[in-house]
């Protein structure tokens, strides 16, 4: 149980969650049966009547305005994309830059979001990396700030260790500095509250197989509709503001949408668009807030266990500085890894140790069980906290 919702219950929609200590929704999260009933649901849509296209347009708009709410935006300001990466990209080379503009971005950051940047060097934007120290806030990276400084790329929430960034005051300074601010949202999404515009974020860009719980290749983008000066690198009919009824393509129609469909190109993914409708549908039925706070209070549960072990943790232990759900244990993955598979137990290898990661599913019973695995196996005193 949880003071926060009734966890027992979202768990039984998680049959995965009983078969297995899954402790690695970071990576990507298991099935939820709200979800396959909406996969269920399409296909046998398409299996009885061919596909009925227009109910399942209609349904990608509704769930474009569940996401717009879900992150404090507009509808207009939503694009459905691949994935994450797809999401970077279509930011980085919308961005008007030139030979000689800079991006910041954090050392160490998701590679997917320093690519999708670090590729623009071609065109002669250079990419400067600031250290990624355990606060990064307006004052961390306003010494880094120049006359060439353009954009500010950075994530929420970091996959290796679990910081949670003061995204709301770069926001602030990129407002201040007159500068681009693009967040990649992917690993907080779904457990993190996201308001896109307390954040004042020009772009946000995430895929949704882990805190939004659909199977991978689905990605979203958020874009400021005020800033009209970001064209797409590419371009397809659902781009333009009109497509040609006889749909014969005319040179000097090439008025872009005025939302962020320009950035949309072709068909969707329909099976997985409508996977999150229903995911967000259980998100919001237990309320993201509630989501954030019983993925701290098993983090708090996890950090007082390991402290009693005298086990490190690696990321930050504060509220304030830490995603909720994401703890990496000062323990030798090479060393652990199969130890804990063996256990029945699935967490993630990452730079500095092992990455346990909550969902809303997880219960401290799960928390206990990781913990009676690594005491029954012991901690060598090589690995103990200094
Ligand atoms: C911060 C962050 N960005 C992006 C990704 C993934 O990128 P994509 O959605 O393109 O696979 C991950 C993890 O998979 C991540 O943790």
């Known amino acids: 149980m949880s003071g926060h919702y009734d966890v027992d219950a979202v768990r039984k929609e998680f049959p995965a969650a009983e078969r297995i200590t899954y402790l690695d929704s970071g990576f990507q999260t298991p099935l939820a049966l709200p979800v396959k009933a909406a996969i269920d649901r399409f296909l046998r849509e398409g299996l009885e009547t061919a596909g009925p296209k ?182 397809a009919a659902a781009s333009l503001a009109e497509i040609p009824s006889d749909l014969i393509a005319r040179p000097d129609k090439l008025k872009l949408a005025a939302s962020a469909r320009r950035f949309e190109l072709g068909n969707f993914n329909l099976p997985a668009i409508q996977a999150l409708g229903a995911s967000l549908d259980m998100i919001n039925a237990i309320g993201v807030q509630n989501i954030q706070n019983h993925c701290f209070d098993l983090g708090d549960h996890l950090i007082g266990q390991l402290d009693m072990l005298d086990i490190r943790l690696v990321g930050p232990r504060e509220r304030r500085y830490r995603a909720p759900h994401i703890y990496v244990i000062a323990l030798p993955a090479a060393e652990w ?32 069980r990781l913990i009676d695995v690594i005491r029954r196996r012991g901690v060598k005193p090589s690995h103990r906290a200094a």
């Open 54 to 235: 227009n109910v399942w347009l209609d349904r990608v708009e509704a769930i474009r305005a569940k996401v717009a709410q879900f992150l404090g935006a507009s509808a207009d300001e939503i694009a459905f994309t691949k994935n994450t990466s797809e999401s970077m990209n279509i930011a980085a080379n919308a961005l008007p830059l030139r030979a000689g503009d800079k991006v910041l971005m954090l050392h160490g950051d998701h590679p997917n979001n320093a690519y999708a940047f670090l590729n623009l060097q071609r065109r002669g934007v250079t990419v400067e990396f600031v250290p990624m120290t355990a606060i990064v806030n307006a004052e961390t990276i306003r010494p880094h700030i120049d006359a060439n400084t353009r954009a500010i790329s950075m994530s929420l929430v970091t996959f290796h260790a679990g910081h949670r960034f003061d995204v709301e005051s770069i926001g602030a300074l990129c407002r201040e500095k007159n500068l681009y601010f693009i967040v990649d949202v992917m690993q907080a999404i779904g457990v993190v509250p996201i308001d896109a515009k307390a954040m004042g974020a020009t772009v946000i860009g995430s895929g949704s197989h882990k805190g939004l719980l659909v199977p991978q290749g689905l990605g979203l983008l958020y874009w400021d509709k005020a800033r009209t000066e970001l064209k797409p690198a590419y371009l």
């Open 337 to 368: 890894l199969g130890h804990f598979e063996e256990n029945n137990i699935r967490v993630s290898p990452e730079r500095d140790g092992i990455r346990v990661s909550f969902g809303m599913f997880n219960t401290f019973a799960d928390v206990d």
